[in-house]
């Protein structure tokens, strides 16, 4: 039996729409709603921390000299570099029986549709079973470096970056699959970060020669695919409506980029 998800498709967003957005999902989603998927992309290249995240690593000058709004998520983890990525979020219900066993069941079950869409690539995921205390003793400030639980990594490279956060009633999971190669901008944003580190540690889709053969498109609808084939879904396509969008721009004050200290 096939169930129906809600499909969110948002492009060119602000940053601190697309946080609020997120978290607005997260807040109004009830018991009884449809699985949310939202998949969109940002208006200008953003860097997005962890919700409790220090700054000190970070050149917000550089940032900022270089129109690159950073952002605060309403989940933890470490930076991200969005607007050269796709990014995906779901929201669902933690007492679906798909989503019911916690925080570390959820990554695992969302991972099966991610690693279900780099196949589809041509590409040999391999799923990355990381504990937390693992996780602690490699900490960096940049989220790729570090695989997460159930992350998925290619040639021994992270390539998809995601964080999670649950309430009682909810659970959110964001997370961004880099399409470009990032490791220029990362030497530059974070401090004392070289390149040779970070070739080691990530990757992208341009890195692994998928462009070649795919376009944005292509890989945004090969997304949406990989989660219909893995959970026997039907997307229904709904954008936000009057109501939520009004909650969402109130709520996008709370996400204003943060700014260097003069």
């Known amino acids: 039996m096939f169930e129906n998800w809600r499909l969110i498709e948002d492009r060119n967003q602000y940053g601190s729409i697309n946080m609020a957005a997120d978290y607005i999902a997260l807040k109004q ?6 699985p949310v998927l939202r ?4 208006d200008r290249l953003t860097l997005s921390i962890g919700k409790n995240q220090k700054l000190n690593q970070i050149n917000l000058k550089w940032c900022q000299d270089h129109d690159i709004p950073v952002v605060r998520r309403v989940t933890g983890g470490q930076a991200v570099l969005h607007g050269n990525d796709i990014t995906y979020s779901l929201v669902g219900d933690v007492h679906n029986q798909l989503f019911s066993g916690g925080i570390l069941h959820t990554y695992q079950t969302i991972s099966k549709a991610l690693f279900q869409f780099f196949q589809k690539l041509g590409l040999s995921p391999v ?3 990381h504990s937390r205390h693992q996780r602690q003793k490699q900490a960096s400030d940049v989220c790729f470096e570090v695989p997460s639980a159930y992350e998925i990594l290619v040639d021994g ?3 998809i970056g995601s964080a999670q956060r649950q309430t009682s009633l909810a659970f959110l999971q964001h997370g961004t699959i880099p399409v470009d190669d990032q490791v220029p901008l990362l030497t530059h944003i974070f401090k004392n970060m070289s390149a040779e580190k970070l070739y080691s540690k990530i990757t992208s889709l341009e890195t692994l020669g998928v462009l070649r053969n795919h376009s944005l498109e292509d890989l945004w609808q090969l997304l949406i695919n990989s989660f219909q084939e893995v ?11 009057s109501e ?3 909650a969402i721009e109130k709520e996008a004050i709370d996400f204003q980029p943060i700014l260097q200290a003069s």
Do not use: N, V
């Open 127 to 129: 799923l990355q079973p």
């Open 39 to 42: 998949l969109y992309t940002w």
């Open 157 to 159: 490279r992270k390539i």
């Open 231 to 241: 959970f026997h879904i039907y997307f229904q396509k709904q954008g936000w409506s």
């Open 29 to 34: 989603f009830h018991p009884g709603d449809f």
């Open 244 to 246: 939520e969008m009004a």
